[in-house]
């Protein structure tokens, strides 16, 4: 069976495209072949770190992405990861719709994993209410992330109603580790994969190789949780 990952938000900034990257690269080192695709066309920084893995996705394009369903049914062995540019859940939505997307990927044998990726503020915790509400199909598996680079406290959000609901969903609860801003920007600035990050004297110190990966090392134990 292959997955389908939906990585969103819906807000800017709050770390979709590197929960995106960090998920590539998980799948990269675990031997799991993915197929990427990049929603953000002012940005697209999924598909600038992992160029030979993602393609672009059109959102407002119809045709676009119905590929998502052809390459699901042609790639049966593989998973895809989605990347979503803020402000694009409308426009998804209504494609969901008016193409039974969702039961169109149960019926080819996929499972459907809708991300949240949540900074610390409330507005993230609404966004998540919303998209609860919005999936109430039982096959859809959620999966909520705490983005600790992107806020310090989710106790308001730890509290509220609206993670019950997600536990009720029985939605996946991540924390993903911060990574130390001065590794984050050298990374950035590099256009290099974490793998690299990692790995590579010509990117890193052997102090800063060290740092990413224990960095990946923690949020890989975060995403074993999805195969639970």
Known sequence: MSNIHFI???KG????????????QYLIDAGIPFIGLDSDQSHGTFSRFY???ASPLIIDDYDSLDQLILLAQENPDSDLIIDLAAQ???RL??????????????EIGSQVYLWHVLDDGADSVNLLNNLLNR??????????VSNLGRGECFDHFQQSAVYQKAKDRNATLLTLAKLQPQLAARIDFSNTSFWAAANSADVMNIIERSRVRVWL?????QFDKLAR
Request: glycine share 10%.
């Open 13 to 24: 900034g709050v770390g979709k495209s590197m929960t995106s990257r960090l998920l590539a």
């Open 88 to 90: 694009t859940s409308a």
């Open 8 to 10: 969103g938000g819906e």
């Open 93 to 106: 939505g209504k494609w969901i719709d008016e193409s039974d997307a969702l039961s169109l990927f149960q």
């Open 51 to 53: 160029s030979e893995f």
């Open 217 to 221: 090392k923690n949020n890989y134990q």
């Open 135 to 144: 999936y109430s199909q039982e096959f859809i598996k959620f999966v909520v």
